[in-house]
């Protein structure tokens, strides 16, 4: 370098676990609709808990869980829904059954959509149909 000049080197931008959820949540959207199903709402929170996706599939409520893990660590992505997580989703989806009763004539499940390694990067999508009952 000669003097007088500047070198500016840029670290790359590791993402931020929500901007990592975000991306992920992303990613199964895109991947259960490319299968037919229709994402009602995204994102539902209360005090009790969070619902990733409410999605429709031939006239059943899907409510889906998406989770990401760079890792296998644990059982990896789908590993990561514990019983409790579990009851946080189903304690979650009875709010908002009593705040939406037109969603509470469907028949209903909960499904699991696990991205395994990062979303902007090489992963793999895994969809659990009915991967749990209401706990």
Known sequence: MTAGTECLIVAPMIPSARERGA????????YLEARGL???????????????LVCLDAGVLAIVEVRQRAGMDFGGALGSVTLRKQGRITRATR???????????????????????????????LWIKDAFREV
């Not at 969603?103 to 696990?114: H, S």
């Open 95 to 125: 709010f908002f059954l009593q705040r939406r009763p037109h969603w509470r004539c469907r028949a209903m499940r909960f499904d699991v959509v696990g991205v395994q390694g990062p979303p902007d990067g090489d992963h793999r999508i």
């Open 23 to 30: 991306a992920s949540e992303q990613l199964a959207a895109e």
């Open 38 to 52: 229709l994402v009602l709402a995204r994102n539902l929170r209360c005090r009790s808990g969070e619902i990733d």
